[in-house]
């Protein structure tokens, strides 16, 4: 298994403005992904960040809108930018890893944005 | 495209009784299937996985059945206590990619 935080737990923003969400593993892991959450609904890949790569986005997502970085094994960032009402949502960091014949995905706690 | 589906939005179940969530998914093509639980302000949590080469996985107080004639997942709940109260999804891949397909999920209420 792994242990996952992200800071900030919750934030309120204005639009127009960016905001950074951290994400920190306890272990090394090779795939991290970061998904949206809108409330009361399922969750969305939005990218996919593998260290010393450029994250790869689903389709509905653009780098200019989500920035990402991952500059080691054990963190990544996801920045929401020029944020509007609709960015209001919970956004998820997420790690897989091996367990033997399957590839387990952990969850953070995620990080509930709201946009006024 | 693929989807996976839940049939129940909402499932209350008494505390003791047993439930039994179900998922739908669409691509034949996956292999590979987890069932999470997300309590409120939480991220989501493993409970159970099971491959597309077995029906019936248990774990504690916990049993997945796959049927992938009908393409159909469940998850069942063992003597339901109200620490269950959740809401639940299954997730679906297939081999040669990670990407996971999260179904609508279902709230499970555990009346006292």
Redesign the interface.
């Known amino acids: 298994?792994a242990v996952?935080s992200q800071k900030p737990s919750r934030d309120i923003c204005q639009r127009g403005t960016s905001l950074t969400i951290q994400c920190q593993v306890d272990s090394q892991v090779t795939?991290m992904?970061w998904y949206r959450q809108q409330p009361g609904?399922?969750?969305?890949?939005i990218a996919?960040a593998n260290q010393g790569s450029e994250a790869t986005y689903e389709s509905g997502f653009v780098i200019d809108k989500f920035p990402i970085s991952r500059p080691n094994l054990t963190f990544s960032t996801l920045t929401v930018s020029n944020m509007s009402p609709e960015d209001s949502s919970i956004y998820?960091c997420?790690v897989?890893v091996s367990g033997g014949?399957?590839?387990?995905?952990?969850?953070?706690?995620?990080t509930?944005l709201t946009v006024t | 495209g693929e989807s996976v589906g839940l049939h129940l939005p909402t499932l209350s179940v008494q505390e003791g009784d047993n439930s039994i969530i179900n998922c739908a998914y669409s691509n034949s093509a996956s292999d590979y299937f987890i069932w999470y639980k997300q309590e409120s302000g939480k991220g989501p949590q493993f409970i159970i996985d099971i491959r597309s080469n077995m029906d019936k996985r248990q774990g504690q107080r916990v049993t997945v059945l796959l049927n992938k004639t009908v393409k159909h997942l469940s998850l069942q709940i063992a003597a339901t206590q109200p620490g269950d109260s959740a809401v639940y999804f299954c997730a679906e891949s297939a081999s040669g990619t990670y990407k996971y397909i999260f179904g609508t999920g279902t709230r499970l209420k555990v009346l006292a």
């Open positions: 298994s996952i795939m992904f609904q399922s969750l969305t890949l996919t998820l997420s897989e014949l399957s590839y387990e995905q952990y969850f953070g706690p995620g509930r």
